[in-house]
């Protein structure tokens, strides 16, 4: 139930944030330079990411679906999954919402939380 509620305030956070979502085309030069802090990024993923990634709720990839995610970092680099990351985007079976829905992530979170998710599975697309 309250994963429930915690789904749609995100669904509402990604409606409010439409607007903002102007610097879609930004480019990211500090990602491809950035090493992770894994620690850090275990911190952001279960205040922020964990609602959907953990079981896979609302179309996301699950924390552990490591076939998924490695299909993602063999599509995509490291600034085109930040990117998706930062500006949100609409996926096949559901919405990742801006910033992953945590409106006070820095820059540095959001990746440390990208590469703790591909780190659980085995993975990287850090330096
Ligand atoms: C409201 C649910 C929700 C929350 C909260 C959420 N995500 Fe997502 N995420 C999704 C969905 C849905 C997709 C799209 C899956 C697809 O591509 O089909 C996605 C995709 C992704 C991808 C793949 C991007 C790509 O380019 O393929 C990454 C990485 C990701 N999320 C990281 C995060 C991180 C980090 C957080 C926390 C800061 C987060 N997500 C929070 C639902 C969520």
Redesign the pocket.
Known sequence: MIKKLF?LL??LV?SCSKNNQEDTKKNFPFVNSYSADLKNGRK??NK??I???LYG?????MLNDSLSWSR?ISK?NKI??YS??YNG?M???????Y????ID?SDED?LD??EY?LSVNGLSVGN
């Not at 709720?57 to 990839?61: E, N």
């Not at 996926?91 to 919402?97: A, D, N, R, S």
């Open positions: 789904f995100f669904i990604l952001v993923f922020a990411c609602t959907c990634h709720s609302g179309g996301s990839i993602v995509k085109e999954i998706n990351v985007y996926g096949e079976k559901g919405p990742m919402p910033k992953g829905g945590c992530c959001l939380a990208i998710i």
